[in-house]
């Protein structure tokens, strides 16, 4: 079964502090991984999307990194602000399958 | 407004109702999908379509049901409700030929009792 694992399960850091999620996945043959954000209340919506052959991506404060060789993936944070506080989830699509691996989450909490 | 919208948002019902859930989306896609999110578990599907005539379930499926009343329109209905049923559902979309990119609702916090 495909799975996603992501790890801080949650973090609590300070406004202006960046941060690192992590995300290992099982899932193959790959085909992209996303990272959603979900505020508390709402829908997941996406930051970043990567395919096999791109090891980083940006939008704006938030960095995603890939390594498909060690199907491992991260969110790296910089500077946050109090709105950054939210769950991040790692989502794993295969090869062909329009079906998505979900992880759990890690949810981030900016304090000020 | 919203592109994909979701009714009711919250709902509290005793074990054994019928539920209705419903969701409507302006994006203009084929394919939907309904979801429910447990705390500490990855977003689970419940069922997906990928056009009005197509209905296909996903891993969870039992004792759910959905129907696919028009391209913009996608129900879940939980027959007769049951407490582990509790949870946060949602409804996606994504466009065929497209990004796989699914587009979530704001969400359905359901209570049975």
């Known amino acids: 079964k495909n799975q996603v694992e992501q790890s801080p399960q949650s973090l609590i850091i300070l406004e202006g502090k960046n941060c690192t999620l992590q995300?290992?996945?099982?899932?193959?043959?790959?085909?992209?991984l996303r990272w959603y954000k979900q505020d508390t209340g709402r829908g997941p919506v996406s930051l970043t999307i990567?395919?096999?052959?791109?090891n980083t991506k940006s939008n704006g404060r938030y960095t995603a990194t890939l390594d498909a060789d060690t199907k491992q993936s991260s969110l790296h944070i910089t500077a946050s602000q109090l709105s950054d506080s939210a769950s991040y989830i790692c989502v794993v699509s295969g090869m062909g399958d329009y079906k998505l691996s979900f992880g759990a989450g890690t949810t981030v909490t900016v304090r000020a | 407004d919203a592109d994909v919208t979701q009714t009711p948002r919250n709902r509290i019902t005793k074990t054994g109702k019928r539920i209705m859930l419903e969701c409507s989306q302006t994006k203009g896609h084929d394919r939907m999908y309904w979801y429910r999110q447990d705390p500490g578990l990855g977003l689970q599907l419940i069922y997906y379509?990928?056009?009005?005539?197509?209905?296909n379930k996903g891993e969870i499926s039992d004792g759910y049901s959905v129907s696919r009343q028009a391209q913009a329109k996608f129900s879940l209905s939980l027959e007769s409700a049951i407490p582990n049923q509790t949870a946060l559902y949602f409804c996606?979309?994504?466009?065929?030929?497209?990004?796989?990119?699914?587009?979530f609702g704001p969400g359905t916090r359901l209570t049975v009792l």
């Open positions: 995300c290992n996945y099982t899932v193959s043959p790959f085909s992209n």
């Open positions: 996606a979309t994504s466009d065929f030929g497209g990004s796989d990119e699914q587009f």
């Open positions: 379509s990928f056009d009005v005539k197509d209905i």
């Open positions: 990567m395919t096999f052959s791109e």
